[in-house]
Structure formats: structure tokens, C-alpha cells
């Protein structure tokens, strides 16, 4: 005899919840299953190609997006067209400014990404019930706070070869965080222009520094994108 299917919204947790790699890590892990069932009906998992925008500057905020897989890339665009490459997202970060009405910066998918979407009001609404939520979702943004002081650091004291062994070092760390393991394997999610307007660095710079950490042995480089760090630990001693 076929087992029942429970429907999503009756079972002790949702279906959608049950696949999510990202649930433990992100501001879902401070839900019970019943609050999880209640958020889920506010929520969808949708996909974006790499390129594609997410979130224009200045956009009204009506959603906000939990991070599952893939790399966001964050930016402002000045008035006369000029871009600043601003931050990188990952899971399970969470897109998009809480409580805010508009957006600050434009969101891009710089690699394939999955994102949980769920409802302004409705992500607003459980946060201003539930402490738990509110001080897990506080801590992630203190990190991104801190991460971003760490940045200022790379951009404005270190060699050209240090940012760039950082922003690998970088994307090594946050493209996998429950990976654990001593080496890593990515592809970049930026082209090398965007990786120079992110580092403040000249694309033939960006390319020299690659090719000296692939001389050195400290990453390998096939099909021009794809990166294999065999030692994390010797990655970092070059980031300065």
C-alpha cells in the first residue's frame, strides 16, 4: 500500500524545508517547525541564471530572498553609468535590506543561484514575534558588518597580490561553508574586470597575480574559471 503524501502545510515540517542545505545555517535554523510551516506559505524557491538582476538601486522593497546556493554580486552605479562592485553574497546570507522601503545597492546573480522569496510583510511580521529570529538574523548582519571592515582593510593596505589571494581566499571560504575540508574547488564567480573593479585593480593586474599564485603552486587554473586551492592554509598565508 502507497504511503499518504502529506501536504506541505500539514506535515511536521515543509517539504520545500526538509531539501534546504541552507535551513541550519541561516535565519530558519531559529524556527520550530510550526513557524516554519506558517512562513512557508509566504515563501518560493526560484532560480536565476548568472547576469540576470535581482534587485535594481533605489527598487521598492516588497520581498526579501534567503540565500540557498550560488554567489550575488552587489553593487552601486553612480549617475553617470560608473559601477562600484560593494559586496558578495552567499548562503545563507539574506537578500535584501530589512525594514528598509527601498533598496541600496543592485543585486546580480554572479553565478547560477537558488533563493528562498519570501514576502515583506510576512518575514517583518514573524521577526517582530520571534526574539530568536531577530537576534539570529542581527548576528548575520554584524558579520557582514565585520566582513565588510575587514575589506576596507584588503582594499586600502594591502598588495595587489594579497587582494587577490584574499578575494580567492574569500570566495574558498564562503562558496561551501558546511564543506570543512582543507582544500576547495570553484569557479570564479566574476570575470577578471569585475574582479579588478571589486580589488581596485586593472584587469591585466588581476590576470598577472592569478597567473603568479598558479606558478606558485598555490591554486590551479583549468578552463580560465575553474579554481582548485589544494591548501586553504597556504592561500591565506598569501592574503596578507
Known amino acids: 500500500m502507497q504511503p499518504v503524501r502529506k501536504d506541505i502545510h500539514s506535515s511536521e515540517l515543509p517539504i520545500l524545508c526538509q531539501s534546504c542545505e541552507a535551513r541550519h545555517q541561516g535565519m530558519c535554523g531559529a524556527l520550530s517547525p510550526e513557524q516554519l510551516v506558517s512562513l512557508s506559505r509566504h515563501t518560493r524557491r526560484v532560480h536565476h541564471a548568472a547576469g540576470e538582476e535581482l534587485l535594481a538601486d533605489a527598487m521598492p522593497i516588497t520581498s526579501y530572498a534567503n540565500v540557498l546556493s550560488g ?70 548582519t554584524l558579520r557582514e558588518l565585520d566582513e565588510a571592515r575587514e575589506w576596507m582593510v584588503t582594499l586600502g593596505r594591502k598588495t595587489a597580490q594579497e587582494k587577490v589571494a584574499s578575494f580567492l581566499y574569500l570566495i574558498a571560504s564562503h562558496i561551501d561553508p558546511a564543506h570543512g ?60
Not at 553565478?111 to 542581527?138: F, G, Q, T, W, Y
Open 71 to 140: 554567489v550575488i554580486k552587489l553593487s552601486k552605479v553612480l549617475e553617470d553609468g560608473r559601477q562600484q562592485v560593494v559586496g558578495l553574497q552567499f548562503a545563507p546570507d539574506l537578500l535584501g535590506r530589512l525594514f528598509a522601503t527601498e533598496s541600496r545597492v543592485a543585486a546580480e546573480a554572479a553565478s547560477d543561484v537558488a533563493l528562498c522569496v519570501v514576502s515583506k510583510s510576512a518575514l517583518e511580521n514573524i521577526i517582530r514575534e520571534n526574539p530568536a529570529l531577530e537576534h539570529r538574523i542581527m548576528l548575520q
Open 181 to 240: 575540508e582543507p582544500c576547495a574547488n570553484f569557479d570564479l564567480p566574476l570575470s577578471r574586470n569585475d574582479i579588478g573593479d571589486f580589488l581596485g585593480l586593472t584587469i591585466e593586474t588581476v590576470s598577472r597575480q592569478i597567473s603568479k599564485l598558479k606558478a606558485d603552486g598555490v591554486i590551479e587554473i583549468t578552463n580560465y574559471r575553474h579554481v582548485a586551492v589544494p591548501d586553504l592554509a597556504r592561500l591565506r598565508i598569501r592574503c596578507g
